[in-house]
């Protein structure tokens, strides 16, 4: 959905309005995720094309896992082979990522959680496309351990990647990698650009950035209207 044109916005600003939208509206976050991850989806096969694509979905802890899985869903049902893999075991979910393991898994899904990025690499082969759900906004420190390795491998396996509101491991604001960042080859940038994107040597790893509305009303997002 076209979205109202917003100037950049940073990791405090997407997380109040956010939080207005559940607090002030009584809009569920599970709402705001569906139209999230329905929108990459969306956004993923207008880039690769109507034909199905065998999609490698990664999902971290967070919320931006969750947009993962329910990406993975919508992909599913346009009849395109999904595999997704979570970067915690499932009793480490929580909330609305929880939520979407659990209609994955009921629902037959090739998902499970992975300890060794070195796991990944079967999957990173057998993918055209990968899907960049593991680390959202509120990231402000350095990516360590498994983590940051299973970023070097995606971007060492030379797969198109689809980030999901921000390439994992870039700073929101600063627009520079924490240790370590994905290289997507698209970026769909929910509701409004990062205000990181325009640092010089984000476009390296946002690539093309495309802005993904999810149904915000206008009214928390009219003091963030362009000029």
Request: hydrophobic letters at 45%; aromatic letters at 4%.
């Given at each position: ?199 010089p040597g984000a476009s390296a ?23």
């Amino acid at each position: 959905m076209a979205p109202l044109p917003l100037r950049p916005l940073s990791r405090a600003e997407v997380r109040g309005i956010d939080a207005r939208a559940a607090g002030e509206l009584g809009l569920p976050t599970l709402v705001l995720m569906e139209n999230a991850g329905r929108g990459a989806a969306d956004r993923l096969v207008e880039r690769a094309g109507p034909e199905p694509r065998r999609v490698l979905v990664l999902c971290g802890p967070g919320n931006n896992g969750g947009d993962g899985g329910v990406a993975a869903r919508h992909l599913d049902a346009r009849g395109w082979p999904v595999r997704v893999r979570w970067t915690v075991a499932a009793d480490r979910l929580r909330g609305d990522a929880l939520a979407q393991f659990g209609i994955l898994e009921r629902a037959g899904f090739d998902q499970r959680s992975v300890a060794d990025p070195a796991e990944l690499a079967p999957d990173l082969s057998w993918a055209d496309w990968v899907v960049d759900g593991l680390l959202g906004t509120g990231l402000t420190r350095e990516v360590e351990g498994p983590l940051r390795g299973v970023i070097e491998a995606v971007n060492a396996s030379g797969r198109p990647v689809l980030a999901l509101d921000l390439p994992s491991g870039l700073d929101c604001d600063a627009g520079r990698p924490l240790g370590a960042a994905v290289r997507a080859a698209v970026t769909v940038s929910f509701v409004s650009r990062k205000l990181g994107f325009d640092a010089p040597g984000a476009s390296a790893f946002t690539g093309e950035v495309v802005v993904e509305g999810i149904g915000v009303p206008s009214r928390l997002l009219e003091p963030f209207r362009e000029g």
